[in-house]
């Protein structure tokens, strides 16, 4: 069965008109004849959006009991039974209710589709996975419904609908999105005029990542290689020389000049791996790549202009940035290089060569040069003193049975076994005293050093370049295969460096101490440059301008002096080995310790540092959120009052005795709120400063819900008291215990939609009664969930809940409510009976 399509409308936040615009998209297709149902709309009592759904077949809600709940949902079954062509499902990312086939309703939305059901769906960018954090750092109002980005990418259309922040902040004015009374609060929090424009930013900013990997797999189905100058992307190619630093900031520079560029920085590595940059400036120039904002990439090839051109074309870059030649001018002429070569072969990627202070210096590229150990060189030379003379010898013997090509042959064949035995140099020494005595003892004429014959003199030459080529080519494969091992092995220690860091073993001295056993040392030390010391020229050996930042084993050093050999790591920092020398083939796999090293260093700090401001900033976090929590608390309030005092106070403003007496009584409950905000905040003072006391007895819940309620008043929403027979009684203060319960409903009522109910229930665990607030509200965030941390968050009222709780011996826990909203959990003792 052929799968259905997706179209989802993303907005930047509620109320822009993404149910309006899906349900105006289902008419117009019905309209057309399309078969098309809702699934699930949510209207939150937007006459516009009601307006669109006459005329819409609607599939009615699966209805959930959950904890004694009622709850309606989404129902997959009912639809997918039904067949439509087309099905309006609104709000992708909702979670579902404990107990349904899916947790969440993209989840239920897969199915519809893989049941050959085109849906329409809506979301907003708040509920992305990848800009969730984002998000509430922008707006400082966590959301836990979210939906995998990969979701949202795999749609076939997403259409963003969108709304200037100014007209949006008029349409929540005039009631078009949230009730009146909660239009004050919206507009000075979540509807902010700069927390709207970066929602907006944000909308666009993805939508256009999603366009661009649309336009990436379009170009790659059809084949199409060239660069499509859709977007600035500027890639910087890097050697692992010292100036890359260099072409790093200047490829920046270029991508600051032209807004909302890309920066990619690009290494070639060759496919063998038996030569490489020097890791440090590698490492150093990605951590430069990555703070300036831009992206790291290594790719393998043998051709360093092809590699590039390919990566650029394939990331669709429009800038290529590229280093000088550091060839000297004898290297330029047998060969253009790989600026001229590019420049000439990129077609419409413009590059730029950028000059620095290493052009013309050359390049240092290990390749192994020192050939095979001395002692087997040795042995080639002694094997050359002894095979020759005893060739020559028993050629000699069989002179006239054997020809000159065939004693030519086996000279050859000596030569390539000293150059397996001993390398190169034993192999050319062969090649030339094969050469003399080849024309001393068996060219005519023998004895001499004469050759009368041109063709034996060709023969003669013919094998010393024949050995000579077959030497090197040897010497060259044995070298190769030295490098591979030594690559192989240096590959291992990597690995298990690689795999320590994705471990998280980043502790210092667990570095330090592996590496002290890979490479069988004393001691490693990791000296710091004491701050203030003079630079002089021969500080490595003045143990009074460095400090030991760590060190693991025996005799650890207190200059760089002392060891055997060190790493510099930047200008402060110098990793120090004592034990043995190290070849400089390994000082590749050192460099990279080392900089692991350094970057474990300043973890480590980073963690002392946040470990001593953590008391400091929690102290800070909880004042600020106590004065944003009272203001936000007094606001309302005051703002209503001030309203009805003026209505009041104003000549011929009110119109009858009924409307006056509205006021009076607005004005009364307003008074009375910011009458219970003083009081919470002088409770919680005292709660801090341990003055509060309190005077438990037993008492039963049914004892105190009336005096909430009563006190309480009139409200919009109503509230559903549902205790069970058999509740134990509590031991608890009567007074605090009604404070509590009148915040937890207060913040209840406060937070849920006018057209849901509350529900206040409660139940008895063991020694324990657990009084439940349930809402249908925004809720709190995931984390404060788990670790209970909303005590200093945005509401006064939950913070001295909780402090009164727990001066009772209770606590007060938060649980997500099934299908949205918080659900307040009061725990406190319970009577026993002996």
């Known amino acids: 069965m052929e799968r259905g399509q997706l179209r989802i409308y993303l907005g930047a936040a509620p109320g822009v008109g993404k149910t309006y615009a899906m349900l105006a998209e289902g008419h117009r297709r019905a309209e057309r004849g399309t078969d098309v149902v809702v699934g699930y709309v949510e209207t939150y009592g937007r006459r516009p959006v009601e307006a669109l759904l006459e005329g819409l077949e609607i599939i009615p809600r699966k209805t959930m009991v959950y904890r004694g709940a009622t709850f309606t ?86 259409e963003l609908v969108d709304i200037a922040p100014e007209a949006l902040r008029r349409r929540m004015a005039h009631g078009n999105i949230y009730a009146p009374d909660k239009v004050d609060a919206a507009l000075t929090h979540y509807f902010r005029l700069g927390n709207l424009t970066a929602l907006r930013e944000l909308a666009l900013l993805w939508l256009a990542d999603n366009v661009d990997d649309q336009l990436e797999r379009y170009r790659a189905e059809h084949g199409i290689a060239g660069t499509w100058e859709a977007r600035e992307r500027v890639v910087v190619a890097l050697t692992g020389g010292p100036e890359g630093d260099t072409l790093v900031r200047r490829a920046s520079r270029i991508a600051e000049r032209i807004r909302g560029a890309d920066l990619l920085a690009v290494h070639v590595t060759r496919s063998d791996g038996l030569t490489s940059a020097a890791p440090a400036n590698l490492a150093r120039q990605r951590a430069l790549v ?257 400090q030991i930042a760590a060190s693991v084993g025996a005799e ?107 006021l009076v009584a607005t004005a009364r409950r307003s008074v009375a709120r910011i009458d219970r905000v003083v009081a919470n905040l002088l409770d919680v003072n005292r709660l801090q400063a341990g003055t509060l006391g309190t005077a438990p007895r037993p008492l039963s819940v049914e004892e105190v819900i009336p005096h909430v309620l009563d006190d309480l008043g009139d409200t919009d929403h109503h509230v559903d008291i549902r205790i069970p027979d058999g509740i134990s009684e509590l031991l608890a203060d009567p007074a605090l215990v009604e404070r509590i319960l009148i915040n937890l409903i207060s913040n209840a009522r406060h937070h849920s939609p006018p057209d849901k109910h509350l529900l206040v229930t409660a139940s008895t665990h063991a020694d324990r009664v657990e009084i439940r607030v349930v809402d249908r509200g925004p809720g709190l965030p995931r984390k404060a969930h788990v670790a209970g941390e909303y005590g200093a968050g945005p509401e006064l009222g939950l913070t001295l809940a909780r402090g009164l709780a727990e001066a009772m011996g209770g606590s007060l826990a938060s649980d997500e409510t099934p299908g949205g909203g918080l659900t307040m959990i009061l725990s406190l003792p319970a009577v026993t009976r002996q």
């Open 73 to 158: 949902e989404f129902d997959a079954d009912a639809v997918i039974a039904r067949r439509p062509q087309v099905a309006l499902i609104d709000e992708l990312a909702h979670t579902n209710v404990p107990g349904s086939p899916h947790d969440k309703r993209w989840q239920d939305v897969e199915r519809v589709l893989d049941a050959g059901i085109t849906v329409l769906s809506t979301v907003n960018v708040q509920h992305l996975d990848s800009v969730n954090d984002v998000v509430q750092q922008i707006t400082g109002v966590p959301q836990r419904e979210t939906v995998p980005d990969e979701v949202v990418r795999r749609a076939d259309q997403v």
């Open 290 to 546: 990555e703070s300036l904002g831009g992206t790291y990439h290594q790719v393998v090839g043998e051709h360093i202009p092809e590699a590039l051109l390919d990566f650029a074309r394939g990331v669709n870059a429009t800038q290529l940035v590229l280093g000088a030649s550091r060839r000297g001018r004898l290297g330029q002429l047998f060969s253009r290089g790989v600026g001229v070569t590019m420049t000439a072969q990129s077609g419409p990627i413009d590059v730029h060569l950028v000059t620095h202070e290493q052009v013309g210096r050359g390049r240092r590229v290990l390749t192994g040069r020192e050939g095979l150990p001395r002692r087997r060189r040795i042995i080639g030379f002694l094997l050359m003193a002894g095979v020759l003379p005893l060739l020559s010898f028993v050629l000699a013997g069989l002179r006239g049975q054997v020809s000159m090509a065939g004693d030519i042959l086996v000279f050859l064949l000596a030569v390539i076994g000293i150059a397996l035995a001993g390398g190169l140099y034993p192999a050319l020494a062969a090649a030339v005293a094969g050469f003399l005595l080849l024309n001393y003892y068996f060219t005519p004429p023998v004895h001499t050093f004469t050759v009368t014959d041109p063709g034996h003199l060709l023969a003669l030459v013919a094998f010393v370049l024949a050995a000579v080529a077959v030497s090197a080519v040897v010497d060259l494969a044995a070298r190769r295969t030295r490098d591979a091992a030594r690559a192989t092995a240096e590959a291992e220690v990597l690995s298990t460096l690689a795999g320590s860091v994705l471990r998280g073993e980043r502790a210092l001295d667990a570095l330090l101490e592996r590496l002290r056993e890979t490479f069988n040392l004393r001691s490693v030390t990791l000296l710091e440059h004491r701050p203030g010391a003079p630079l002089t020229p021969d500080r490595h050996r003045d143990p009074r301008g460095w």
């Open 556 to 662: 650890p050093c207190a200059s760089p002096d002392e060891g055997d050999a060190d790493v510099p790591v930047g200008g402060d920092l110098t990793l120090v080995l004592r034990g043995r020398a190290l070849p400089a083939a390994d000082q590749r796999v050192l460099e990279a310790y080392a900089a692991q090293a350094a970057v474990a260093l300043h973890q480590q700090r980073l963690e002392e540092e946040a470990e001593q401001t953590r008391p400091v900033a929690e102290a800070d976090r909880a004042r600020t959120a106590l004065l944003h929590a009272v203001s936000d608390e007094l606001h309302t309030p005051l703002t209503a009052a001030s309203s009805a005092l003026d209505r009041l106070a104003g000549p011929g403003t009110v119109a009858d005795d009924a409307e006056h007496a509205r």
